[in-house]
């Protein structure tokens, strides 16, 4: 089982979509094992977002996702990288498809909800940085055996 990294953007805490976010994961069938409401430090911040260093939107990334609380999750199941970045939507508002996350709710760029790991190098690296390992919980779901066919 695969794991990522998501984070419901402080827009979206205040929007109260924290529970319709968290919703379409579960009904999605994909388990969360990680879970905190959390305010994001400037520091915390520039590591996260370190990658885009050099854009010219970097100041109002760092401002936006410390704006107020964020909700950061990890999600596990099959493929979860790549279907949670799916189901969160392209960047670009005009290109985000109705059904996704960002296609429902999503006009700005620089207000798009959530935040999704696009690699499995940057899951790893986004668990490590908002998660100590023991907050990331083992466990099963009794739902398990209809939502896979295991062997
Ligand atoms: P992603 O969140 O879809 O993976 P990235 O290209 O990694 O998109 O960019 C990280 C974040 O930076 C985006 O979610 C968005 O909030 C912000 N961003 C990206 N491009 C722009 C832009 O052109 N203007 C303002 N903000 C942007």
Redesign the pocket.
């Known amino acids: 089982m695969e794991q990522t990294f998501a984070m419901v953007k402080p827009g979206a805490v205040q929007r109260e979509l924290i529970g319709e976010i968290i919703t379409r994961f579960e009904k999605k069938g994909i388990k969360l094992v990680g879970l905190k409401l959390m305010q994001m430090s400037e520091e915390l911040a520039k590591q996260h ?1 370190a990658e ?1 260093t050099e854009k010219p ?1 970097f100041d ?2 760092v401002k ?1 996702i410390t704006a107020g609380p964020v909700v950061a999750m990890v999600l596990e199941g099959e493929n979860v990288i790549n279907i949670v970045r799916t189901m ?1 939507g ?2 670009r508002p005009s290109d985000a498809l109705p059904g996704t996350i960002r296609g429902d709710y999503v006009l700005d ?2 207000k ?1 909800v959530i ?2 790991s ?1 690699s499995k190098e940057s899951a790893i690296r986004e668990i490590n940085l908002f998660f100590k390992k023991e907050e990331i919980i083992n466990y099963s779901l009794a739902t398990e055996t209809w939502i896979y066919v295991l062997p």
């Open positions: 977002y885009h939107f109002e990334l936006g969160a392209a960047t760029t620089g798009n935040h999704t696009d």
